[in-house]
């Protein structure tokens, strides 16, 4: 609607923000823009989320585009916090999340004289981005909002940028408010999904691949229908592991680090790749040698809700440009008589519920493995874990059974830092569903300061810590590459159980595999933030081998 009463910039752009449904930013405030916070104050329908770094706001940001499909927003200042910030934005853009940063900047007329913290900042973001742009005109600001909320959530959703100028978020101008941006999605072809099925109808041992660009709870429902129906063997796409329920019979496991051999040799062997919603990054594919770009002896049909992903690494003999939930769902409807049910969905389920049952380690004396599995069996199908990256990730991907989406936040990025901001996301955003946080040593130092964001705003979350005094992965690389001689992947750690009751939360230290069930129980009893402390031996540097079988081959 057209609005002629004078409002300020940062009046204008809270407006827009809320006529587009935004219901929760996550920030660290900056002077740069002070009119955005105040005109907040009027705005209560809009949480303000205080976080203790930029880098844990906009992984708070990500995580909340993850869970809700909506552009998670964040705010920092220029020069530091754009910068700090950058890795969330990273994060969003690798895992295709819808997010907006915005970041207060220098007044306009002090542009190019690198002013206090002064940082071009389309230069900057424009390469890990989808569009970064600097609003100058504050009657613009609601046609650069929803530009953004239609760039973020479109084709491939990701990150946008756009930099507020100080002096422009306080100019008082007349400007006309944008209506809310409706989603767009895209069909598929008929046609396309009839030369599918025949291509279905003429394969012997398809495999399913899904997870990413775009997924949604209808995806998952209706694909899992889909899949079930015709026998399909169904992987997730690295760190994409709810993107059916695994309940599903036909559910095959993860890709990424550490799959299931059986599934590999599965994925060699087909010979229909169906790859829905995933970009078959370099994890997911083994660094492009599970899956060749070129895939000879496979047909690959690629479903992907952004023309430009098509064909753009990988050659598709079918690709089809279409939402997620548009594809899945007529996929599910199709009437197929002629199409024989495959039996290896349903083989393919029963090796990963085989793969996915830890077994006793001999002489490990904390072994995380049965303690995996007495979380599992206490917790809930809807529990969300979150974790960022390390070697303690992978006994999670491997042994946990994740439920309906989103029940796992996990940066396929790989970065390190991202469990715990995470899991604060997910606690405010979900208060009726149990939250772990899964981090290691280094993982969790690197934003642990955002227990106190969860103090602030009564986050009721587990953090379960694993610490083997190391960077473990790089010490794994090191250990195969340079064996024997280590080199700065030493850590000296804090008392974690203390410092997880300075920020006022309940903790224990667990140094065995009996103690950890009882003090997880203990956990459970109660609300808040909690944390075990979890030290493990460096020497049993992953869920399938040790240092010494590494030094031995």
């Known amino acids: 609607m057209s609005q002629t ?51 844990g706001v906009s992984y708070m940001a990500d995580a909340d585009g993850k869970m809700t499909g909506k552009p998670g927003v964040a705010f920092v200042t220029r020069g530091p916090g754009a910068t700090n910030a950058s890795a969330g934005v990273h994060v969003a853009f690798q895992d295709s999340t819808p997010m907006i940063l915005f970041v207060g900047d220098l007044d306009r007329g002090d542009r190019d004289r690198e002013g206090f913290q002064e940082i071009d900042m389309a230069a900057f973001f424009g390469p890990i981005c989808k569009w970064a742009a600097r609003i100058d005109d504050a009657r613009r600001i609601p046609e650069y909002v929803a530009r953004a909320f239609r760039v973020a959530t479109a084709g491939r959703p990701g990150p946008v940028v756009l930099s507020l100028p100080e002096d422009m978020l306080r100019d008082e101008v ?40 775009g997924w949604d709870r209808d995806a998952a429902h209706h694909f899992a229908t889909f899949a ?23 559910y095959a496991g993860q890709l ?37 770009p070129d895939h000879p002896d496979q047909i690959l049909v690629h479903v992907h809700p952004d023309p430009n992903e098509l064909g753009r690494v990988f050659g598709a003999e079918l690709p089809i440009c279409a939402d997620m939930g548009e594809f899945a769902e007529m996929a599910a409807d199709w009437a197929d008589p002629d199409l024989v049910r495959f039996s290896s969905g349903e ?35 809807n529990t969300i874990i979150c974790n960022g990256a390390g070697n303690f990730s992978g006994w999670w991907h491997r042994y946990w059974h994740y439920g309906p989406l989103p029940t796992q936040l996990a940066p396929t990025s790989g970065t390190m830092g991202y469990g715990l901001p995470a899991a604060v996301a997910a606690a405010l955003r979900f208060k009726d569903r149990p ?24 986050a009721d979350l587990l953090v379960i810590l694993v610490d083997n005094g190391a960077y473990g992965t790089i010490r794994m690389h090191q250990e195969r590459d340079y064996p024997k001689r280590i080199s700065a992947t030493e850590l000296a750690n804090p008392d974690f159980a203390k410092l997880a009751e300075a920020y006022g939360g309940w903790s224990e230290r667990v140094e065995s595999t009996e103690a950890f069930g009882s003090a997880f129980g ?24 040790t240092i010494a079988a590494l030094h031995a081959r």
């Open 347 to 381: 083989e393919a389920h029963r090796e990963w519920l085989a793969w996915s049952e830890p077994v006793a380690r001999e002489g490990v004396k904390l072994d995380l493995g049965p303690c995996v599995k007495a979380m599992r069996d206490a917790l809930p199908g």
């Open 435 to 458: 939250v772990v946080c899964v981090a290691g040593d280094g993982d969790f130092l690197m934003n642990g300061q955002e227990l106190a964001t969860a103090a602030q705003y009564g």
């Open 256 to 292: 990424g680090y550490g799959p299931n051999p059986k599934l590999q040799q599965r994925i060699r062997e087909a010979d229909l790749l169906l790859v829905v919603g995933a970009r078959l990054g370099e994890a997911t594919t083994d660094g492009y040698k599970l899956i060749n």
């Open 522 to 545: 203990r956990a459970m009893e109660r609300k808040g933030i909690r944390l075990l402390h979890c030290v493990t031996d460096v020497e049993v540097i992953t869920n399938q081998t």
């Open 5 to 55: 009463a004078l409002r300020t910039g940062g009046q204008i752009l809270v407006e827009q923000l809320r006529i587009q449904g935004c219901d929760r930013i996550f920030t660290v405030p900056g002077e740069s823009f002070l009119a955005v916070l105040d005109a907040l104050h009027d705005a209560p329908e809009i949480e303000t989320i205080v976080c203790r770094q930029e880098g």
């Open 228 to 250: 079930w129906r015709y026998g399909i063997p169904t992987a997730a796409a690295f760190r994409r592991q709810d993107a059916i329920d695994n309940d599903c019979g036909v």
């Open 174 to 213: 007349e400007a006309i408010d944008r209506p809310k941006i409706a989603p767009i999605a895209q069909p598929p072809c008929a046609g396309a999904m009839d030369a599918m099925f025949g291509l279905l109808k003429d394969a012997t041992n398809p495999v399913a691949i899904i997870g990413g660009a």
